[in-house]
Every structure is written in structure tokens, then in C-alpha cells.
């Protein structure tokens, strides 16, 4: 009996072997080409021309695309007014408003005026439905 059952195991193991080997051998498409490492970055910067991160979701979301209702003259006219009455502190990490009249921000360094715009950029975001530049919301510490 023990004899016949090893012999039953041994012939079951056998078939299983001859047609799991025969399984694998097929294949029914040819083996994918790997990407290279310009597709994967051609890939991942559409990828990120196309999505934002949302903290509050912890995901990445498409983008919607920007309509609004004002031109994009009078959005940078309106962020040309704010920097012109407003000077970037480094101390306190954030805008202070000038007290004397709006300064003229052509006699303003290059430099400057390219480090406060970032800063402006960074710190503040267009409300379509108020038309207007408002403060974005800052990041919890973690």
C-alpha cells in the first residue's frame, strides 16, 4: 500500500512536472523592451506638466486648466502694484508694506526685483472669483 501510494506521487509529481515546464515555455507576446532613461524622464516631466501634489490628499491630481476672468495683464499689473507698495522682509519672512508713497519698481535692482517677485510667487495665488491676489494657505510643520 505504501508502495503503490509513493508510486502514485511519483507519477503525479512526474505529469505535473512535463506540464508545468511545457506552461512556461510558451509565451503569447514577445518580451517588452525596457524604456530608456530619456523616455522615463520625457515621461516623468509630461507627468508633472500635467499633475500637482495635493498635501491634503497626499496624492498627485491633474491639473485643471487656468480660466479666469481677468487678462493676464491686468493679473500681472495687479502683482506689479502689490510689489510696488510692498518690500520683502527677510526677518520675518514675508511682505511689509512701504509707508511712503509706492516705490518705482523700474529704479529697483534686477536682482531685487527678480528675488521679490519668487518670494510673491511663492507666498501668494490668484483668486479667480475675487480677482485679486490673496495669501496661500501656509503648510503645517510637521
Not at 523592451?33 to 507627468?47: G, I, L, S
Not at 480660466?67 to 519672512?93: G, H, I, Q, T, Y
Not at 511682505?95 to 511712503?100: E, Y
Amino acid at each position: 500500500m505504501i508502495k503503490s501510494t509513493c508510486f502514485q506521487n511519483l507519477v503525479f509529481s512526474a505529469a505535473l512536472i512535463a506540464v508545468s515546464s511545457t506552461a512556461y515555455a510558451q509565451t503569447t507576446s514577445p518580451p517588452e523592451v525596457a524604456a530608456t532613461r530619456n523616455e522615463v524622464r520625457m515621461d516623468r516631466d509630461e507627468f508633472l506638466k500635467n499633475h500637482r501634489y495635493d498635501d491634503t490628499n497626499g496624492d498627485w491630481i491633474p491639473n485643471t486648466p487656468f480660466k479666469s476672468d481677468s487678462s493676464r495683464a491686468d493679473v500681472k499689473m495687479a502683482r506689479d502694484k502689490f510689489l510696488s507698495s510692498n518690500r520683502w522682509d527677510e526677518a520675518n519672512d514675508d511682505f511689509t508694506p512701504i509707508a511712503q508713497t509706492p516705490r518705482n519698481m523700474s529704479d529697483v535692482s534686477p536682482e531685487v526685483r527678480k528675488m521679490e517677485t519668487m518670494q510673491f510667487m511663492r507666498t501668494h495665488m490668484w483668486d479667480n472669483s475675487s480677482s485679486k491676489w490673496v495669501k496661500k494657505p501656509m503648510r503645517p510643520k510637521q
